[in-house]
């Protein structure tokens, strides 16, 4: 069994803590009278059964059902069950769950409490943590969302024994991208225990998920609505999001994919060293991620850049690397983007 951890969120839409190796069956202990369950039908499957005695909404799996529709299911079945001001919503499954059941929360009645238990590994180090909630809408990704930070996150690490090895992959994607961007000494344990974290190792795992976490924590802590800091947590996000929405990539594949890209932008604009973008491109590739792109077309890339969140006017804010555990946001116009693409894919 691994050790618990413990690592707080304070930020200004509320207080949240997160534990990690906490066991799902442990749920119980951090809810109360008026909690509700939402989960997929995957996730209710394989582990319906360790659920607290609460009332559930089982949601239809998969990012497409990511969707405002079912948000209104969510929504019925909290007025039906009677849900109050009072209540809590737990969110149980991996980030469309988590972002969905959060979503409604801090929609329904103006907002009301949350937890989550994700279970994945890629929602445990991003969905889970930071407050973001969202639901895809006309095409793209997470287009309507809010900050609202869970009360609690609870971070079992034996219920990623379940995962196929691609799910995994994506939850490693975004531990490499933490260290790449804010911690050297973390990335060098990413390195270190490479093997045992591919292996499952409890406490491996719960270490690294930690260290993850607690990197995050720090940044949505002092910049919890991406006014400046949290920026940097986008690394990688500006081509990978638009080549996720083609719906050909799972989130961590074109994450990494992106990370690669921008990797190799930072050198050819002078801020990184050619020797640690080949670092982080050759961890990337250690973790069973993809680094190189073929088959896109870059007009649709660019089209999705256009729409980019982190767009303002003609330019994207694109996060680059200074060294491995450094980064910084750099506008870079839309036409740039579209010349970096058609060279690095």
């Known amino acids: 069994m691994a050790e618990l951890r413990t690592t707080e969120i304070n930020a200004g839409t509320g207080f949240s803590r997160i534990f990690v190796g906490e066991s799902l069956d442990n749920l119980a202990r951090h809810c109360r009278k008026g909690t ?29 059902n990511k969707t405002l529709a079912l948000v209104e299911q969510i ?50 180090v991003d969905a889970g943590v930071g407050g973001k909630t969202g639901v895809n809408f006309s095409g793209y990704k997470n287009m309507v969302g809010t900050f609202s930070q869970p009360e609690f996150v609870l971070c079992d690490p034996e219920v990623l024994s379940t995962l196929a090895p691609e799910d995994l992959a994506c939850g490693f994607a975004e531990m490499v991208k933490h260290g790449a961007i804010t911690d050297a000494a973390y990335f060098a344990r990413m390195e270190d225990l490479c093997q045992q974290a591919l292996e499952l190792d409890p406490e491996a795992v719960s270490e690294l998920v930690h260290g993850s976490v607690r ?24 081509f990978g999001h638009a080549l996720e929405k083609g719906g050909r990539l799972p989130h961590g594949f074109a994450v990494s994919m992106g990370m690669a890209a921008a990797a190799r932008l930072s050198v050819a604009r002078g801020l990184l060293r050619p020797q640690d973008a080949e670092r982080l491109i050759a961890l990337l590739r250690r973790y069973r991620l993809p680094v190189e792109i073929s088959g896109y077309d870059p007009s649709e890339l660019a089209d999705a850049l256009f729409r980019d969140k982190k767009r303002a006017g003609d330019a994207v804010r694109f996060v680059l690397l200074k060294e491995i555990g450094k980064a910084e946001v750099v506008p870079i116009s839309l036409a740039e983007l579209g010349r970096v693409a058609e060279k690095l894919y």
């Open 75 to 124: 929504y019925a079945f909290l007025m039906e069950q009677g849900a109050d001001r009072d209540c809590l919503v737990v969110g149980v499954g991996g980030g469309v769950v988590c972002d969905m059941a959060g979503f409604a929360a801090s929609t329904y009645l103006r907002g009301v409490s949350c937890g989550l238990c994700p279970t994945t590994l890629l929602a445990q």
């Open 36 to 64: 509700f369950l939402v989960t997929d039908q995957n996730v209710h499957r394989l582990y319906g059964g360790r659920f607290p005695d609460f009332p559930v909404k089982v949601l239809p799996a998969g990012e497409k």
């Open 215 to 238: 990197i995050k924590a720090g940044v949505v802590s002092r910049d919890e609505r991406e006014g400046g800091l949290r920026r940097i947590l986008n690394f990688g996000h500006t």
